[in-house]
């Protein structure tokens, strides 16, 4: 490192050492003060948002810039790969067990999916599911998947008015949690 460098960045040092040291001096000893630095925080929110916003148009010039030719040439591959389907098809007597043909630059097959399932036109999943559960036990035990998770809404609700107390949610392994926050809301 040159010493041209060192200076530099010694100096950089310095003047971040100086603004850290700036705010630390910081005193809030009356509501004036507390009014000054919501004023400042303001000012500051302000500076956080057009930094984001910059950062933001940045961002988008660059995903415009590289995504729409790479989105060209994933349609062109697409297309590509129509072409050569549509061909195979025609052609599929001449491939070995009409699934597979080893050309010099790679191979073409078919190979069998695995099942899928997809409700009928006019079907939802919960006509199948009603539809199961009048079959009877065996078939929903088979078929229907029941998920158990806790409820904290319903607890909460129970304990802010007062039906079950803290004594209940230790003996089931919770505890409330009871604070206040503090928010800082600077006028526009």
Known sequence: MTTNN?????NKQEN???KVNKHSGVQVNSWNDVNYQ???LREKEVQILAMQRAYDDEVLALQKKYMDPKQQFK???EFIKGRIKDFCDAHREEMEDSKKKELANGEVSYRKLPPKLKCLENHSEDSVIKKIIK??????????RTKTELDINSLKKEFTERRIDEKFLKKLGLEPVIGEGFNIKPNP
């Open 6 to 10: 060192i200076s530099i960045k010694k």
């Open 38 to 40: 919501i004023a400042e």
């Open 75 to 77: 349609d062109e591959a």
């Open 135 to 144: 079959l009877g036990k065996s078939y929903i035990q088979k078929f229907i």
């Open 16 to 18: 971040f050492m100086q």
